[in-house]
């Protein structure tokens, strides 16, 4: 008891009663009340904080591998009982119960990466070469095929992001870390060459004419955002509106008008921080920053006083993915990144997302709790 991280624990929780607060605006009449169902998942995830706190990390270790085939294994179960939503096939309905398994592939993505570097590791041995790294890409790669051929996008994305992230602690090669680099200025490069550049029609396109219609009409609303504001720019420029009326102050609990309108889509999920800002300001924006800085900087601390490998590679992987869902779904809301439907952990209404960042805590806290036992 001594070694768990109050200050991890009290961030957590101010974040989560910010987010039933804030769900108590964004979901008011006629709207059902989902603030209420947000409590109830709350006090599931805090129930899963302490399972996981009961149990020595070193057993989680043991069973990573079959933690991740149970995901692999319920994620291809979705191509068969699975149920279609918002044009992706993401999710079990058990009566009025739904649980998302893409949520919890993170997790169990994060717990083998973090298996497999440590049990590869051997002292002196040089950094991660192309030859090295099969095991880590292979982990990785299966789910996020999987979740992406749902098709999942942002959630594909998350898996992607937070991986690499893992991997790059792990220490790769000067040259596997310059051809990311690279690979990022192709990207550029191929996005300008599909949606910026002039050229006669038809457009000689290199991803563009493989992407969905929808998934294409995001990212030209992204890089043109009024070209259409009725259409493919209407989230983003609904969700501005909100986020630049709040000013330094906010409109007040319950008085925001894009929020009381319903002009915010999906305002009680993906765009739960445009309610808050345009509610509560700019000042109350930099406070929530602050708690999920709290989160991120005491989580990596976490990891950097870990006992082994494995738990610091499980609180890198754990700050990683909530880092990179947080940076995307802010810089969505603004305009800086394009929709892709990814969620504020802790913030958005949802039981699965609360559920799987819960369990994400807890092996913080487990870890954070046992970094002086052996």
């Known amino acids: 008891m001594p070694h768990v991280p109050w200050g991890l624990v009290v961030c957590v929780l101010g974040v989560c009663f910010l987010g039933i607060w804030n769900l108590a605006s964004a979901s008011r009449p006629p709207m059902a009340p989902v603030w209420t169902s947000q409590a109830l998942y709350l006090g599931v995830g805090l129930g899963a904080v302490l399972m996981v706190c009961l149990v020595d990390y070193r057993w989680i270790q043991r069973m990573a591998f079959p933690i991740y085939v149970l995901n692999i294994l319920a994620l291809l179960a979705l191509r068969l009982v699975g149920h279609t939503a918002k044009g992706a096939e993401s999710w079990f309905v058990i009566g009025p119960f739904r649980l998302q398994p893409a949520e919890f592939m993170k997790i169990g993505v994060v717990l083998m990466l973090a298996k497999v570097y440590h049990d590869d590791f051997q002292p002196n041995q040089p950094s991660y070469g192309i030859v090295r790294l099969w095991k880590p890409v292979l982990v990785v790669m299966v789910p996020f095929v999987l979740v992406l051929v749902q098709p999942d996008l ?160 499980v609180a890198v992987g754990v700050v990683a993915t909530l880092f990179w869902q947080v940076f995307e779904n802010i810089g969505m809301v603004i305009g800086l990144l394009p929709v892709t439907g990814i969620t504020l952990p802790l913030m958005s209404y949802g039981g699965s997302s609360m559920l799987s960042v819960m369990l994400c805590i807890g092996l913080l806290v487990n870890i954070s709790m046992r970094r002086h036992m052996f």
């Open 154 to 313: 942002g959630t594909a994305l998350m898996i992607f992001l937070s991986s690499g992230t893992v991997i790059l602690f792990g220490k790769v090669r000067w040259y596997l870390a310059a051809t990311l680099v690279a690979g990022v200025l192709v990207g550029g490069l191929i996005i300008w060459n599909d949606y910026v550049r002039e050229m006669p029609e038809p457009r000689t396109t290199v991803v563009r004419h493989y992407l969905k219609k929808h998934q294409s009409q995001r990212i030209s609303g992204w890089l043109d955002p009024e070209a259409d504001l009725r259409g493919s720019g209407y989230h983003a420029a609904q969700s501005k509106i909100a986020v630049g009326s709040g000013g330094l102050t906010g409109k007040g609990w319950r008085e925001g008008t894009q929020t009381g309108l319903r002009f915010l889509p999906e305002q009680h999920t993906d765009f739960i921080f445009s309610v808050w800002a345009e509610e509560h300001g700019f000042f109350s924006c930099l406070l929530l920053l602050l708690l999920y800085g709290g989160i991120f900087i005491l989580g990596l601390g976490v990891g950097f006083s870990a006992r082994d490998r494995f738990g610091a590679f």
